[in-house]
């Protein structure tokens, strides 16, 4: 069997994994979705995770990206550093098995004192250049746990930074003082999450801001209903202030999930920024349509 | 029995209480400390919880202090709003038993969209002023959990600014992507210490800056044991770069835990500020005596 009769790609998580059956046409056949993430997998139990999605999809070749990986994952794919294209990836697949079983490799940036790194919005981002929904020059804000501002040169990753977006609201409303505000309610668009990008774009660190959130419902100031949506505005507004300041003229292309893609548009909206959203699992078929054509 | 015959100050709050005997010349005969805070003591069963203090340091009046006065503690002493000094506090006690028990109220600031609360902290606060250890019109900045910085005029509490830094660090360090390289390890002044107060100083946002602590790791440009250190005097250095440019010439008053104290000490000299250093559970004292004063 060959990867040009088709193959299975695995967008493998923390907490969660998704797997498409692609064929011969590049069409998606058949998909599955659990909650069967890296952290769930005891070690030594990959190779019977990996028969598990082979019994729903067929037995196919597979690729697979994100943090199956890493350190924590079935084997670690060492990074590869900036600039990195779909060739470079390409390059440095970690073979499981040979010619049957791969692992996408995360990518580094290192100038200085910066470092950063990702693991599986590679392939998103890659796979939306080389499909053409991204120009080749671009920048792409690409909002999840860890938000990644990510600079496109020549259709390669130039530079990234991360940014403890999700991660931080996640946080504050499991563990943190403001809680019993923010835990149950909805963040939506709307005046509430405005008035937090606000915040976010003009005001002070988000420590002394995030007290603050508590402090106007204590006193009658707020809404206890709004809370979430503000905080969550606040988080987003200063994610995008800093983003903006670094990125280059132009749109940009904000990728991910369609519920969080249109918070981060409305932010950068509110900056004065024009931004394109983009589906970040279709960005990730074809990242890894093409990565199977480099493949053969 | 009579408050100048002496009385016991409590200073009570969310995790702990600390509680002492102090006579009739003013000294300190006995003191108690446990982890009875707040939220281990069951409604209704303050009474008993008082009794207890009472059976190890005897039967005199009782003044509390902290979140014993909140609406998750024994009876909600509502807020002072600003300016608030000592004559304002003691007017707005909370009896809750006549001439016997009293709970001080917290203080409030709320003007324009400005709105933050504090409970506990003022009596140090107001009880280091009527001490003589800081000047009728200074700045103070309180670590904690929640750091205060505080401009005091004429004597009295006109407004104030909460930081979430302490409680920042916690759940960071317990709940979050850095928690393996932040638990456990001791956070001490140094170079570590330094690099991120330079970073907090001068650098971006805090939820960019925090994952390029665990990315220098990764990549070897950062030593794990140093990630503690270092988050810390990030988050005190962000901190201190807008709680010194809101406040006005002079030195700062640094009150509160020796431990804490050091440290934005440490980070004010970095930002060019004088600091001086006042040990909090002393202050504390000096407010519990002058209240039981202005309570005769």
Redesign the interface.
Known sequence: MRWRDGFIAVDWGTTNRRAYRIGASGAVEDRMEDGKGILSVPAGCFPAAVEEIRRRLGDRPLLMAGMVGSNRGWEEAP?VPCPAGLPELCAQLKWVEPERVAIVPGV?F?QG?????MRGEEVQLLGAYADGAIPANATVCHPGT?NKWVRIEDGRIVSF?????G??FS??A????LSDMLSGAEVAPGPAFDAGVQAGLTG?????E???VR??V??G??RREDAASYTSGL?IG??V??GVAAAGDGPVYVMGRPDLTRLFAAALAAAGREAKELEGDEAFLCGARHLAELVQ
Chains 1, 2 share one sequence.
């Open positions: 990074y580094c290192s004192e910066a470092a950063d790194v860890h930074r991360t940014v403890m977006t991660e931080m946080l504050l499991k563990h943190s003082i002070g660190p988000l420590t002394g995030l007290f603050s402090a106007r204590l006193l100031k707020a988080l200063t994610d202030r800093s």
